[in-house]
Each structure stands twice: as structure tokens, then as C-alpha cells.
């Protein structure tokens, strides 16, 4: 076996050919000549604006990610254990990631097409429709992670630990999968919200909340309280719902107070610009 490098082999692969297919099918002649797809001429005052939309968001995503390592760095010094139970979690949410985040492009993609057709009244009963939708997934989840979590349970559990050792594990992992479930109802709001703040150009709000809260609501609480054995290997599952929770208020507060739609006005025009460059 390869191990991370052929995990990093795979992952490269996959990425090389969603770029030759989407390629392929951004020059297809059909797109070039409904969407003027073979007008890609570098253009710098419509590249600034998307840098501008843009740049945060990556920017988010990036100090976000080193929250989430640099927690899991403090869980490997903590013990075996924690870092063990924590991880196995984390890839457990990863196998239903893709919801979320489907689901999001999904939301993102419908609400970018009201604001550029001025009918933002609509994002309401988006935001229902989406928050139902990602009731229904969560629904289904429920039974593999909470109802009848075993057979995940030993797809992790080593033959060769002892059964003190297997069977304590086995107890960590049947609570955090409950968590890692709750987690993922929470993570699916955020998602969700953050998608029509994005697509409403508010990506700066969503960079410092999200960066703020990884580091002051997951990091902080992990490294204060689990790296001094004040919490057991369930509690960061624990920690991180409650990052997700405050993050999803944060979200949903912005995006019931209005402010979002301040950048409006930006997204439109950028639009308006790569329309025109097109025509």
C-alpha cells in the first residue's frame, strides 16, 4: 500500500480529470456559441471584481482549515485516544460531506440567479426549501449514525486490540457518532446561509465570522479544556457542534437583519460586466 502518497496520487487524479472534462466541456462548440465561451480574453477590471468577491472567501476557507488542523494537532499531543476517536468522526462526516456541500452549491447557484434577476424576494422561501431539503438528508442519516451505528463501528476498530482497548473505543465511537450526526444538521445550516451571503457578495463578513469562530469557539475550547484533561475523547465532537451552532446563528442573524444585501449593488454590476464583455 501507497498510504498518504497514494491518497495524494488519487486525489490529484481526480482533479486533473474534472479539469480535462470540464474543460472539454466549457469549449464544446455548442456552449461557444450560446454562451461565448471561446471569448476568454484576459479582462483586468472584471478580474479585480471577482478577486474582490472572491479572495475572501478563499481566504476564510484557508484559516478556517488551519483551525480544524491545528485542533487536531492538540488532540494528537493530548493521547491516542483522542486523536484516534476524533479522526475516525471526522471521516465519517467526510463519507456525507458531499451533501452539504452539493447542497450548497445548489443554493448558491438559485440564489446568485434571483439577485441577477433583481427578485431577491424569493431567497426566503429558498432558504425553506433548502433547510427542508437538508432535513430530509439528515433524516436518513440518522439510522446508519444513531439508530444502528455497528457496522461503521467496526469498519474502525482494529482486530488486534485488546478487548479492554476495543471495547472502550466502541463505546467512544457509538456517542460521537451521535454528535458527528448533530454536527451534521448544524454544519448543513451553515452551509446553506453562507450561500446566499456569498452570492450576495457579503464573502468579507463570512471570512472574519468564520475565522473568529474557528479559532475562538473550536480551537480555543479544545486546547483550554480537552489538552488538559478537563474533557473526555467524545468532548471535541462536543466543541465542534458548538462552533457550528454559533456560526449558524451568526449566519442567520446577518442574513435577517438585511446587511447582506448591501453588496448587492457589487455582484450585480460584476455580473452586468461579464454580460457585456460577452455580447
Not at 224 to 245: C, E
Request: glycine content about 6%; charged content about 10%; hydrophobic content about 50%.
Amino acid at each position: 500500500p501507497l498510504g498518504v502518497l497514494g491518497a495524494s496520487i488519487a486525489t490529484l487524479s481526480a482533479q486533473a480529470f474534472q479539469v480535462v472534462v470540464l474543460f472539454y466541456l466549457f469549449l464544446k462548440p455548442k456552449h461557444r456559441e450560446i454562451y461565448g465561451t471561446s471569448s476568454y480574453r484576459f479582462r483586468p477590471k472584471l478580474f479585480g471584481k471577482y478577486i474582490k468577491i472572491g479572495l475572501p472567501n478563499s481566504l476564510g476557507t484557508m484559516i478556517d482549515g488551519g483551525a480544524w488542523a491545528m485542533s487536531m494537532h492538540v488532540l494528537a499531543l493530548t493521547g491516542p485516544l483522542y486523536i484516534t476517536v476524533a479522526v475516525i468522526g471526522q471521516t465519517v462526516y467526510s463519507l456525507f460531506y458531499f451533501a452539504n456541500d452539493s447542497l450548497q452549491k445548489a443554493v448558491m447557484t438559485c440564489s446568485s440567479n434571483f439577485i441577477g434577476a433583481n427578485i431577491t424576494t424569493k431567497t426566503p422561501q429558498l432558504l425553506k426549501s433548502a433547510l427542508s431539503m437538508q432535513w430530509i438528508l439528515s433524516i436518513l442519516l440518522f439510522f446508519p449514525l444513531v439508530v444502528y451505528p455497528d457496522p461503521f463501528i467496526k469498519c474502525f476498530v482494529l482486530p488486534d486490540l485488546s478487548l479492554h482497548e476495543m471495547g472502550m473505543i466502541e463505546d467512544y465511537l457509538e456517542q460521537v457518532l451521535f454528535w458527528v450526526w448533530v454536527y451534521f444538521v448544524s454544519d448543513g445550516a451553515v452551509w446553506i446561509l453562507a450561500a446566499i451571503l456569498i452570492s450576495g457578495g457579503d464573502t468579507k463578513y463570512t471570512m472574519i465570522r468564520s475565522a473568529l469562530n474557528a479559532w475562538g469557539f473550536a480551537f480555543l475550547p479544545i486546547y483550554l479544556f480537552v489538552a488538559n484533561s478537563y474533557g473526555s475523547p467524545v468532548t471535541p465532537w462536543q466543541i465542534f457542534l458548538m462552533y457550528s451552532m454559533i456560526n449558524a446563528t451568526c449566519f442567520y442573524l446577518r442574513y435577517r437583519k438585511g446587511k447582506w444585501k448591501n453588496n448587492l449593488v457589487d455582484s450585480q454590476s460584476t455580473a452586468s460586466m461579464n454580460l457585456n464583455s460577452l455580447l
